[in-house]
């Protein structure tokens, strides 16, 4: 069958291409679907997964990103009903379907001068202040209380230091999105 991505390598290949292309916008939909979740790499891992068993109903050329991030949709909405289940709090499906437009309609371009403009933003810090963010988010299982005591510092102040941080790349972020045209 000429149509099977699988029994073709360069369809393979491009198909490979356009996941690994995509991470960025699949987390992103997911994070903004169960937004403050520490599952997100779980479910996005579990989209790939199947996204890669599907690989043979995409058609090359047509919109990855809006084909996997409706993958990533019911997934995510697996994940709710699991989480409803054993008793969680959960949006609604109408609050969930709103979230899900907002996000659709925001274009690729837009992330990646968003992306570039964080890029830049982050270049501007001094080598203490790189310190102390990446020590807080450079693993999704480091929480205050851990980087308090790698740090030596109370968690009061780190709190204080990583919000001012915080804020001046959004400022930073704005400010190089407003330069080059960008929408913030």
């Known amino acids: 069958m000429a149509n099977n991505p699988r029994k073709n390598p360069r369809m393979t290949q491009?198909?490979?291409?356009?996941?690994?292309?995509?991470?960025?916008v699949i987390r992103a939909y997911i994070i903004t679907q169960v937004?403050?979740?520490?599952?997100?790499?779980?479910?996005?891992?579990?989209?790939?997964i199947l996204l890669w068993e599907k690989m043979n109903q995409f058609k090359l050329g047509s919109n990855f990103g809006a084909w996997a991030c409706t993958v990533a949709y019911y997934k995510v909405l697996d994940y709710r009903k699991k989480q409803k289940k054993n008793g969680f709090l959960v949006f609604n499906d109408e609050l969930a379907s709103l979230l899900s437009l907002e996000t659709e309609t925001r274009k690729p371009e837009a992330l990646e001068a968003k992306r570039s403009a964080l890029h830049y933003c982050l270049q501007k810090l001094t080598d203490k202040e790189r310190a102390l963010l990446d020590a807080r988010y450079d693993s999704a299982t480091r929480d205050m209380e851990q980087v308090s005591r790698e740090?030596?510092?109370?968690r009061a102040s780190l709190r204080v230091s990583l919000s001012r941080l915080r804020s001046g790349l959004k400022d930073c972020i704005n400010k190089r999105l407003a330069v080059e045209g960008g929408a913030a």
């Open 14 to 24: 491009e198909f490979v291409s356009l996941l690994t292309d995509h991470q960025e």
């Open 35 to 48: 937004p403050g979740c520490s599952e997100v790499r779980d479910i996005q891992q579990e989209v790939n």
């Open 151 to 154: 740090t030596g510092r109370s």
